[in-house]
Nanobody, 123 residues
Framework: QVQLVESGGGLVQPGGSLRLSCAAS????????IGWFRQAPGKEREGVSC????????YYVDSVKGRFTISRDNAKNTAYLQMNSLKPEDTAVYYC????????????????WGQGTQVTVSS
């Protein structure tokens, strides 16, 4: 019943853009902070960004600052990650996840997870 579904991934060239979406069902997203995480082959899971339940940006990992923007539309029960100026090192499976109200950097604090969407940046 409680579900998060990511979409918007794909194959893009370096310098391109993608907008990822995270659609929630079975619960009201407005009560939760939303985190975006990514995992590349052979790499650790990495926190990318997080926005609190009230809509303020709480976190960006240094490697994406100035390029990625997190947002949410609680009326649509959906969160977004706008990714610009993409680099090959951004290639990963991207996941959205939720926890109550406030952002935390520790992925273990996020209890609900989507299935992930693949982002590939390559020439």
């Amino acid at each position: 019943q409680v579900q998060l579904v990511e979409s918007g991934g794909g194959l893009v060239q370096p310098g391109g853009s993608l907008r990822l979406s995270c659609a929630a069902s079975g619960f009201t997203l407005g009560s939760y902070a939303i985190g975006w995480f990514r995992q590349a082959p052979g790499k650790e899971r990495e926190g990318v960004s997080c926005v609190s339940s009230r809509g303020g940006t709480e976190y960006y990992v240094d490697s994406v600052k100035g390029r990625f923007t997190i947002s949410r539309d609680n009326a649509k029960n959906t969160a977004y990650l706008q990714m610009n100026s993409l680099k090959p090192e951004d290639t990963a499976v991207y996941y959205c996840a939720t926890r109550l109200r406030w952002c935390e950097s520790n992925a273990d604090q996020y209890k609900n997870w989507g299935q992930g969407t693949q982002v590939t940046v390559s020439s």
